[in-house]
């Protein structure tokens, strides 16, 4: 559904380059709305349950502000809010962004020459029927052994710091280490288009209730 011929707005409430640029390669314009939100008091022990619940954070915080904002007075058509969140399990282990350098360079020098899982969730929320629509997807990456220069060169640019587990795997500098990803890329990297697609498709057509989360792995 380009956005040529859409008949409804989106907010997408992320700051995230690559989900901005995912959203855009869709076919979508839209524009941008951040939540405040302290993710780190949000804990779930299940990767796909820590990263649902941070995205239904971020839609609430999201629709807090907007009742103070004219972003929706006078707009006739449907409008739609995508939230979303991504973590990276490396051998059983959730990791978000990294702190310092310290834990950037051992999450990345763990990948090396082997392998983490990527969970990341979409919520779309109508904003005008209230229907909120929320599902989940998982990828695997593959690595070849990462020279110790490139990953000093990833934690000096601050790469590490702006991704879950430090992993960005579009950077030119990561990219030729990637062996395999075993699912879709763009999970990986924070929006799955197909999940998001089916989402607003839902949002759109079914009348207002509470989030339903889907597997989509």
Same mark, same amino acid.
Request: with cysteine; proline share 4%; net charge negative.
């Given at each position: 559904?380009? %956005? /040529?011929?859409? &008949?409804?707005?989106?907010?997408?409430?992320?700051?995230?380059?690559?989900?901005?640029?995912?959203? /855009?390669? =869709?076919?979508?314009?839209?524009?941008?709305m951040t939540a405040d939100i302290?993710?780190?008091?949000?804990? +779930?022990?299940?990767?796909?349950?820590?990263? #649902?619940?941070?995205?239904? %954070?971020? %839609?609430? %915080?999201?629709?807090?502000?907007?009742?103070?904002?004219?972003?929706?007075?006078?707009?006739? @058509?449907?409008?739609?809010?995508?939230?979303?969140?991504?973590?990276?399990?490396?051998?059983?282990?959730?990791?978000?962004?990294? @702190?310092?350098?310290?834990?950037?360079?051992?999450?990345?020098?763990?990948? &090396?020459?082997?392998?983490?899982?990527?969970?990341?969730?979409?919520?779309?929320?109508?904003?005008?029927?209230?229907?909120? +629509?929320?599902?989940? !997807?998982?990828? !695997?990456?593959?690595?070849?052994?990462?020279?110790?220069?490139?990953?000093?060169?990833?934690?000096?640019?601050?790469?590490?710091?702006?991704? /879950?587990?430090?992993?960005?795997?579009?950077?030119?500098?990561?990219?030729?280490?990637?062996?395999?990803?075993?699912?879709? $890329?763009? $999970?990986? =990297?924070?929006? &799955?288009?197909?999940? #998001?697609? +089916?989402?607003?498709?839902?949002?759109? @057509?079914?009348?207002? &209730?509470?989030?339903?989360v889907q597997n989509m792995s």
């Amino acid at each position: 559904m380009a %956005a /040529a011929e859409s &008949s409804f707005k989106i907010i997408l409430g992320s700051s995230s380059m690559a989900r901005q640029r995912i959203l /855009a390669e =869709m076919g979508y314009e839209f524009t941008i709305m951040t939540a405040d939100i302290d993710e780190k008091s949000i804990r +779930k022990e299940k990767p796909e349950d820590l990263v #649902t619940a941070l995205a239904e %954070a971020k %839609a609430i %915080a999201i629709m807090a502000r907007l009742q103070h904002t004219d972003i929706l007075k006078n707009v006739a @058509c449907p409008t739609l809010l995508i939230t979303a969140d991504t973590v990276v399990v490396y051998k059983g282990t959730i990791r978000e962004k990294p @702190c310092n350098k310290d834990e950037a360079r051992e999450f990345i020098k763990g990948y &090396s020459g082997g392998h983490a899982a990527v969970v990341g969730s979409v919520l779309v929320t109508n904003l005008n029927s209230g229907a909120s +629509k929320g599902g989940w !997807e998982s990828a !695997e990456v593959y690595f070849h052994d990462i020279p110790n220069e490139v990953i000093d060169s990833l934690i000096d640019e601050g790469i590490p710091f702006k991704v /879950a587990g430090g992993l960005m795997l579009e950077h030119p500098l990561t990219l030729p280490f990637v062996d395999a990803v075993i699912g879709a $890329t763009d $999970t990986v =990297m924070g929006l &799955s288009k197909s999940l #998001t697609e +089916k989402l607003i498709e839902e949002a759109l @057509c079914q009348p207002g &209730s509470s989030p339903r989360v889907q597997n989509m792995s």
